[in-house]
């Protein structure tokens, strides 16, 4: 891997990490999961769901925090696969 290759891998981690981390903590809350637990729970809704991981993270984190995903799908898969745990699904 080329310097440049590494460094642009370095800032997409960067910013997409926060919202995973956020998003397993939720999930590790409502759930009684282990962090590994959590992770595999949205990397499996994610593959099933075909949708990138770091959006989805994003859209449960946002939905946990009463905000309202700007993606219909989105909110969609949420509410299918955790409208039960969380508010204002």
Excluded: Y
Aim: charged share 20%.
């Amino acid at each position: 891997m080329h310097a440049d290759e590494f460094e642009n891998h370095l800032e997409a981690a960067l910013v997409t990490r926060p919202a995973i981390e956020q998003a397993k903590g939720v999930l590790t809350g409502q759930r009684c999961a282990t962090p590994e637990q959590a992770f595999q729970e949205l990397r499996h809704v994610s593959q099933n769901h075909n949708v990138k991981l770091n959006e989805l993270a994003a859209a449960l984190v946002d939905t946990a925090a009463g905000r309202t995903p700007g993606n219909a799908l989105l909110r969609k898969i949420i509410w299918q696969e955790w409208g039960d745990i969380l508010p204002n699904c």
